[in-house]
Nanobody, 124 residues
Framework: QVQVVESGGGLVEAGGSLRLSCTASALTHDHYHMGWFRQAPGKEREGVACIGRSGDVTYYTDFVKGRFTISRDNAKNTMSLQLNNLKPDDTAMYYC?????????????????WGQGTQVTVSS
């Protein structure tokens, strides 16, 4: 059974940094595109950053470009999201997800396995 587990969320002041990590068990990591999504109260879930199977392609939503960096280590079955220069609008539950589809995408509909989420709260 595939299990996706996130860690690394927390409370940070505006301008601060966090590093989120994700592990996915019971799947061959380099067969899956991976992504980070977030959902704030009253808002729809949105793709934040996604990375292709081998790490050679990435996508970032405009709001986080230049501030967040996604990476993966297939040998360790892990993926990370470095969040720098955090803003109060980044406050949300952050989810890690894995997609077994052939085409790379950062649309949540094509992601098959999801973690429970880790909360990121940025105070002003």
């Amino acid at each position: 059974q595939v299990q996706v587990v996130e860690s690394g969320g927390g409370l940070v002041e505006a301008g601060g940094s966090l590093r989120l990590s994700c592990t996915a068990s019971a799947l061959t990591h380099d067969h899956y595109h991976m992504g980070w999504f977030r959902q704030a109260p009253g808002k729809e879930r949105e793709g934040v950053a996604c990375i292709g199977r081998s790490g050679d392609v990435t996508y970032y939503t405009d709001f986080v470009k230049g501030r967040f960096t996604i990476s993966r280590d297939n040998a360790k079955n892990t993926m990370s999201l470095q969040l720098n220069n955090l803003k109060p609008d980044d406050t949300a539950m952050y989810y890690c997800a894995a997609s077994k589809r052939g085409m790379f995408s950062c649309l949540s509909d094509v992601y098959d396995y999801w973690g429970q989420g880790t909360q990121v709260t940025v105070s002003s």
